[in-house]
């Protein structure tokens, strides 16, 4: 295990803040599980990504290498990917291979990023419109963490 030389200390509730420099190297995100667990060098923690294929998120015909699970289609891809470099294909040709083809039941990042501004004002409408829904609702309504949902009604 490798020493970062960042401490943290233990709040009251027994929480810790994960440095902003570990979570982004670790790609964690607002909203991820992480698991827990002691090995033979001490605690370990890591985003957990449960049983689905690292590179396109299909959770049928998996198979486990090195600590990930690789659907089929993922393993194919990569073996062609593997044979176009063997067999001395340009660049170009070997790049159309990297990224298997994503389902539709993973999670992709958005596309564009909605003004602060215009989330406010459709936040402001659904809570004009939904005025006894809870924070969660909204949250699910606006495809943004609840989080998110907090920091806007303090702008309103």
């Not at 599980?33 to 449960?50: A, I, N, P, Q, W």
């Not at 486990?64 to 393993?75: G, H, M, N």
């Not at 039941?105 to 501004?117: A, H």
Request: hydrophobic fraction near 35%.
């Amino acid at each position: 295990m490798k020493n970062t030389g960042m401490t943290r200390p233990l709040d009251q509730l027994g929480r810790i803040v994960l440095p902003k420099e570990m979570r982004t190297t670790m790609d964690i995100n607002i909203g991820d599980s992480l698991e827990f667990f002691v090995d033979e060098e001490g605690f370990v923690l890591r985003k957990y990504t449960g049983v689905s294929c690292k590179f396109c998120g299909a959770v049928d015909h998996l198979t486990y290498f090195r600590d990930s699970f690789i659907c089929a289609d993922c393993i194919q891809l990569l073996k062609s990917d593997e044979h176009v470099h063997a067999t001395g294909n340009d660049a170009l040709q070997a790049q159309e291979h990297t990224k298997p083809p994503q389902t539709s039941t993973t999670w992709q990042p958005k596309q564009s990023r909605v003004q602060q501004g215009e989330m406010v004002k459709k936040l402001r409408k659904l809570i004009q419109e939904h005025p006894d829904l809870p924070q969660k609702a909204y949250a699910e309504m606006l495809d943004i963490s609840q989080g998110r949902v907090s920091q806007l009604k303090k702008l309103l």
